[in-house]
């Protein structure tokens, strides 16, 4: 099984959806994030949780919101899902503090909107 | 405004050769960088990295080095194998912003048999 499980690994909605993606880790890491990444550019990052009780806003949250279930799981939602929004998503984890932590992967969750 | 850059799209190389790709950044601040490898339908796997005290780190047939004074970095993959071919993508990290990764665009590597 996969470290880092994102659900679904597809979706295809319409504009104006609440949209949910999961993802749930059993690496046992203290940091969760979440991604978007569109044809041609980078990762940029959505929103961040250190601890269950900590949520940050990232570099691209507008029209975002996240809920840090428990320390396995962090969900992104969509409250009205626009077209723009149509990108690659990527949730991830590390263990903690220090620049050489590498941030572990999902596989993405790819999502749609018409 | 973009901090690290991947000027190259991408890149072809044969197999056996060398495979050199370049990273820019303009934050003087960031401490760590590193490199993630991308399959098509999977998400980035960490490949490398280094610190910003060290100015080269090699893990078999990779090795990243690290130019501070022209803010400059490459990954070198020696021997390039036909599935090295991905997207590599350039990491940054300041302690400043508790270690949040700044990315680039990309590079897709194509090693050809």
């Known amino acids: 099984d996969a470290d880092v499980t994102q659900t679904p690994r597809n979706r295809i909605t319409k504009t104006g959806k609440r949209i949910m993606l999961e993802c749930s880790q059993t690496?046992?890491?203290?940091?969760m994030y979440w991604y978007r990444q569109d044809p041609g550019l980078g990762l940029r990052l959505i929103y961040y949780?250190?601890?269950?009780?900590?949520?940050n806003k990232g570099e691209i949250s507008d029209g975002y919101s996240v809920s840090r279930q428990a320390q396995a799981k962090f969900s992104l939602s969509l409250e009205s899902a626009i077209p723009n929004q149509t990108a690659l998503y990527f949730c991830?984890?590390?263990?903690?503090?220090?620049?050489?932590?590498?941030?572990?992967f999902g596989d993405g969750t790819r999502l749609s909107i018409l | 405004d973009q901090q690290v850059k991947q000027n190259s799209p991408s890149l072809s190389v044969q197999e056996g050769r060398i495979s050199i790709l370049n990273c820019d950044y303009t934050?003087?601040?960031?401490?760590?960088f590193l490199w993630y490898k991308k399959y098509p339908a999977e998400g980035p796997t960490f490949l490398i990295s280094?610190?910003?005290?060290?100015d080269k780190n090699e893990d078999g047939r990779f090795t990243v080095f690290l130019n501070k004074s022209a803010k400059h970095l490459s990954l070198h993959i020696v021997p390039s194998q036909p599935g090295d071919s991905a997207v590599y993508f350039c990491?940054?990290?300041?302690?400043?912003?508790?270690?949040?990764?700044?990315f680039g665009k990309g590079t897709l590597l194509t090693v050809n048999p």
């Open positions: 991830a984890t590390s263990v903690g503090t220090g620049g050489d932590q590498p941030q572990h």
């Open positions: 690496k046992g890491h203290d940091r």
């Open positions: 949780s250190f601890d269950v009780k900590d949520i």
């Open positions: 934050n003087s601040m960031f401490d760590y």
């Open positions: 280094i610190s910003s005290i060290k």
């Open positions: 990491a940054a990290s300041a302690i400043g912003s508790n270690y949040k990764l700044t």
